[in-house]
């Protein structure tokens, strides 16, 4: 016991000291926050009270670098409007400190303005420094030539400045001129006399010297040698008070590719740099939470350097104080918003910020969507020559062309094509697609194939797609082996659009020997892959097919790949079980798998055990095998992410606390796949409390970071309202964003095709509604080909045609889509075909009801009823309508209760009872009739009741309801 005492008192003296020091160090940084700020406002009030040349630059630089925000917010607020006025001043002034301020000026100008004029100004202000032999204008100039800013590439005239400046002992030049030097003995002599300049500058107290060898020793450093070097001369920089150095440190010590890597060294290298003014460090420390808290830095932290960002009113700081404050609730996204629009108001020429904020605008969730603006500010960042602003111009035009002015679409274009050949994957595919539907440019399937061609050599499974996709749709059929050769490529990194694909082309035998054993195959990896396109072909293939024999080559050649190893084909056998129906034998094959040691089969085995009504022991069986593949995947962050998620649909509250918890962890780290499962559990309260505006929040920051799936959820979530206030503006305008990235997906094909067939979000356009469904219907999706069917039926969109409205619903009727069977018997009933086909209809009516339609049941019993297309069969009728209002059908019950009031064998009872079970079950007519029966009786009981009935059927849309109510009403006011 004395021992515990001993061992407590310690730990409490441990911690005590502790807190005094930090206590201490919070004191002293304190201190030194409030004398830094006074000295500068001092300095400040002290040089606005001259008007020299030298007064007026050193007011200006300090304007230009920043003041400190407050005594207790050392971070740099810059003032740069204010000290371009101030060097303007002292270039009207000539003298010997013209070309000092003729160079700070125009390194303002270049961090600023990035349009020609501007440009040219900062060029000519350099030239006649340089002319008065100032170095630093030679360098910066020669530094302008060497990367052809404002005209032509000229290296040997930057090469005769870097020698000017070089000869006037400026380091930096020696080390540019070895960059640019072929012989490497000259470059050595150049680097030696650029090194030893530096070093006499740095060891006389010079702070940029010591940064600038630094960063030479980590741009050249290939090992830890001269990695070490570049650390010890960024602490002599910090040492000297360079903020900078202490930013670059930092970003070393962080660097996942460098072997000195230490993310504690690299959290204090960014404290130091906030401290001393950097708003960039104070993001990144503030974001650490939410980016996986690799620095470790505490929440409390965190908040207080977000703070003080957000004081500064760098528009970056807002930004990022934005999309933290989003993720808390209601109160947040109202932050956020303010922030947002804060930005708005302050943007500058910051290229991140204004690619943040024109995504944030286009996207339209924290601040109104505003398509000209977000145009306006990516047009802004690509003034500055940005890769991506280019990109993502070009992508909102192309997305959005009604809102394009004239001439900005050739524009879009042109900034497409230079990311694309500047090596941007998304932007070489979608150059292929505008050229490939001639969208700003002439149609052209050579020039889309090289464009595909140059994103595939970069490894982009979309572009392997869309190479496989232009072979197969060569009419010829000879290219088929090319378009096999790219689906297979996409299929090997994982991509179940790439098995489809290949499974359809097995299937169909285009190009290629049809071998529907080995469709079923890929299509079996497909689902494995989790496509439920892959589920939905895998069961029209065996509904077609028909008997034992493909399943049998199918499983055969499965079970060969588990032999021989392949850890995904136990996968793609349970899920091809699974598609016939046999759940046991896919439990039994993921359980011998998971039994050997396979992750993914004991994740899949716990999917099987919650899906459908998932009782006690099978709860307790998913528990048990989410636990093993955990444990398997803990590396992986998506699979951890999907574990986690798996976690929330347990009823215990210990399974959902640890999913929850494992879900934001990831998302901290930034990994998308987490936060659109995150957002799915959030926006319909799976193990979870509801939070709407999260889930939108995430689902938005998991698409920028490029998952496509969470755009899709997204959408569809806006489309019907689920969990989300609908707008199907928004979820139009995502679906078309899908399309244009994948527009063999036929998921959005229907989607689109929807949108324009009701109007949803779109101008209706029945006609573009038709097109996109003969694209679903055309690569076999079943949905498709009953909507095409049905366009054909009505003639929505494409004339009327009978004979293709048979077609598409047979094919749709054969996939086992049930309502495309109940479509067909209303075609070949309706008249709307070229006769009227009574047998016909009913043989539809009657596979659909097999299926377990129960409209296609009611119809079955009115056929059987009437003898109409089939012999009258008043007892068979019976049991169809039985067997629907079994399966809870309204309509059925009614029928029955009609049947068994005004049919050949009336009975009062069972009338009055399925009379009932259907107004129960909401049929608005029975509500009416039932409301009649009580409108009969004399007592109050059978007034309220009627009145009671009345109301319902009314809320039901039924109009004599609804009328005799008003009668009721009039008559129970009206003076008496």
Same mark, same amino acid.
């Given at each position: 016991m004395t021992k515990i005492k001993s061992l407590l008192a310690s730990t409490?003296?441990?911690?005590?000291?502790?807190?005094? %020091?930090?206590?201490q160090a919070q004191d002293s940084a304190s201190t030194e926050f409030q004398a830094r700020y006074r000295a500068a406002t001092a300095k400040i009030a002290e040089l606005k009270q001259r008007t020299d040349p030298n007064a007026l630059l050193e007011q200006a630089q300090?304007?230009?670098?920043?003041?400190?925000?407050?005594?207790?917010?050392?971070?740099?607020?810059?003032?740069?409007?204010?000290?371009?006025?101030?060097?303007?001043?002292?270039?009207?002034?000539?003298?010997?400190?013209?070309?000092?301020?003729?160079?700070?000026?125009? @390194?303002?100008?270049?961090? !600023?303005? @990035?349009?020609?004029?501007?440009?040219?100004?900062?060029?000519?202000?350099?030239?006649?420094?340089?002319?008065?032999?100032?170095?630093?204008?030679?360098?910066?100039?020669?530094?302008?030539?060497? *990367?052809?800013?404002?005209?032509?590439?000229?290296?040997?005239?930057? @090469?005769?400045?870097?020698?000017?400046?070089?000869? %006037?002992e400026h380091g930096p030049s020696g080390l540019a001129l070895a960059r640019l030097e072929s012989d490497p003995a000259r470059a050595n002599i150049f680097a030696t006399q650029g090194l030893r300049l530096l070093f006499q500058q740095a060891k006389q107290g010079s702070a940029e010297a010591a940064r600038t060898l630094a960063d030479h020793y980590r741009a050249t450093g290939d090992g830890p040698e001269r990695l070490s070097a570049a650390i010890e001369w960024y602490q002599r920089a910090i040492e000297l008070g360079d903020a900078e150095a202490a930013l670059h440190l930092g970003q070393l010590r962080l660097d996942q590719k460098s072997p000195l890597r230490q993310p504690h060294e690299a959290r204090n290298a960014f404290v130091k740099a906030a401290e001393r003014g950097s708003v960039e460090a104070a993001m990144i420390l503030?974001?650490?939470?939410?980016?996986?808290?690799?620095?470790?830095?505490? %929440?409390?932290?965190?908040?207080?350097?977000?703070?003080?960002?957000?004081?500064?009113?760098?528009?970056?700081?807002?930004?990022?104080?934005?999309?933290?404050? %989003?993720q808390f609730g209601d109160e947040g996204r109202i932050a956020a918003k303010s922030l947002l629009n804060e930005a708005l108001q302050r943007v500058d020429d910051d290229t991140t910020a204004l690619l943040a904020l024109g995504r944030h605008v286009r996207d339209g969730v924290l601040i109104e969507p505003d398509i000209p603006l977000a145009l306006k500010l990516f047009d802004r960042a690509a003034t500055s020559d940005n890769t991506m602003a280019y990109y993502e111009f070009a992508r909102t035009a192309l997305s959005h062309q009604d809102m394009v002015t004239d001439g900005m679409l050739p524009s879009a274009i042109d900034r497409l094509r230079t990311a694309a050949e500047r090596g941007h994957m998304k932007a070489a595919v979608e150059m292929g697609d505008a050229l490939l539907l001639g969208q700003g440019v002439p149609e052209s399937q050579a020039a889309a194939m090289e464009w595909y061609q140059r994103a595939a050599a970069s490894g982009s499974p979309v572009a392997y797609i869309r190479l496989g996709d232009v072979y197969a749709g060569r009419s010829a059929g000879l290219e088929a082996p090319q378009a096999l050769e790219w689906y297979r490529k996409a299929a090997e990194t994982n991509s179940a659009i790439g098995m489809v694909r290949l499974g359809k082309m097995f299937n169909e035998g285009r190009g290629v020997p049809q071998d529907q054993a080995l469709a079923a195959t890929w299509f079996s990896r497909a689902a494995a892959a989790g496509s439920s396109a892959a589920m939905v072909e895998l069961s029209s293939l065996y509904s077609r097919a028909g008997g034992p024999g493909h399943f049998n080559l199918a499983r055969e050649a499965l079970e060969k790949a588990i032999r021989a190893g392949d850890t995904r084909a136990p996968i793609a056998l349970a899920k091809l079980y699974l598609v016939r129906g046999e759940r046991t034998l896919a439990e039994m094959t993921l359980k011998r798998s998971a039994d050997s040691g396979n992750a993914e089969a004991a994740l899949n085995l716990a999917e099987l055990y919650l899906s459908g009504q998932s009782g006690a022991d099978q709860q307790s069986a998913a528990r048990r095998w989410l636990s093993v593949a955990e444990k398997a995947m803990a590396k992986d962050d998506d699979q951890t992410s999907r574990i986690a998620s798996m976690y929330l649909r347990l009823p215990d509250a210990a399974s959902t606390d640890h999913g929850s918890s494992a879900l934001e962890t990831l998302v901290r780290k930034n990994n998308p796949e987490a936060m659109t499962l995150l957002a799915t559990a959030l926006l319909h309260g799976t193990g979870i409390p509801r939070d709407p505006t999260r889930a939108e929040a995430l689902f938005r920051r998991a698409i920028q970071l490029g998952h496509d799936g969470a755009r899709f959820i997204l959408a569809k979530a806006y489309r019907d309202g689920d969990g989300l206030q609908r707008d199907? *503006?928004?979820?139009? *305008?995502?679906? !078309?964003?899908?399309? !244009?990235?994948?527009?063999?997906?036929?998921?959005?094909?229907?989607?689109?095709g929807d949108a324009y067939a009701r109007g949803d979000g779109v101008n209706p356009n029945r006609r573009l509604a038709a097109e996109f469904y003969t694209q679903a219907a055309r690569q076999g999706d079943p949905d498709g080909q009953v909507r095409l069917g049905t366009a054909y039926l009505y003639g929505a969109g494409v004339d009327r045609d009978s004979q293709k409205s048979d077609y598409w619903l047979s094919r749709a009727g054969e996939a086992g889509v049930i309502e495309a069977k109940v479509q067909l018997g209303n075609a070949k009933l309706s008249g709307l075909a070229a006769a009227v086909d009574a047998e016909g209809a009913f043989a539809s009516y009657l596979r659909a009801a097999e299926a377990g339609s129960q409209t296609a049941m009611i119809e079955v019993a009115r056929a059987l009823t009437n003898g109409f297309g089939t012999l009258a069969d008043p007892a068979l009728a019976k049991m169809w309508l039985e067997r629907a209002a079994a399966l809870g059908s309204p309509d059925a019950m009614f029928e029955l209760h009609r049947l068994y009031d005004i049919g050949p064998k009336p009975n009062a009872r069972e009338a009055e009872q399925w009379l009932r079970q259907a107004a129960q079950s909401g049929h608005a007519a029975a509500m009416y009739r039932l409301a009649l029966r009580y409108q009969q009786g004399t007592s109050e009981q059978d007034k309220t009741m009627t009145r009671e009935w009345l109301e319902k059927a009314a809320q039901a849309g039924h109009s004599q309801a609804a009328k005799a109510l008003q009668k009721l009403t009039a008559s129970a006011v009206a003076p008496g």
């Open positions: 409490v003296a441990v911690f005590a000291v502790m807190s005094c %020091s930090t206590l300090l304007l230009q670098d920043g003041l400190p925000v407050s005594e207790n917010n050392p971070l740099m607020a810059r003032r740069l409007d204010e000290a371009e006025r101030l060097y303007d001043q002292a270039l009207a002034i000539p003298g010997t400190l013209w070309p000092s301020a003729a160079v700070r000026r125009a @390194k303002l100008i270049l961090s !600023r303005d @990035k349009d020609q004029p501007s440009i040219q100004k900062a060029i000519d202000l350099l030239r006649r420094a340089a002319a008065l032999q100032n170095h630093e204008a030679a360098f910066l100039l020669a530094g302008l030539m060497e *990367a052809g800013v404002g005209g032509k590439r000229d290296l040997e005239a930057a @090469k005769n400045l870097y020698q000017i400046a070089l000869r %006037s503030a974001e650490d939470p939410y980016n996986g808290a690799v620095l470790g830095v505490q %929440s409390n932290v965190a908040e207080l350097w977000l703070n003080r960002a957000i004081e500064t009113k760098a528009p970056r700081a807002l930004v990022l104080a934005a999309e933290i404050r %989003s199907p *503006a928004r979820a139009f *305008a995502l679906y !078309r964003e899908i399309y !244009r990235e994948e527009p063999g997906d036929t998921k959005i094909q229907i989607a689109l």
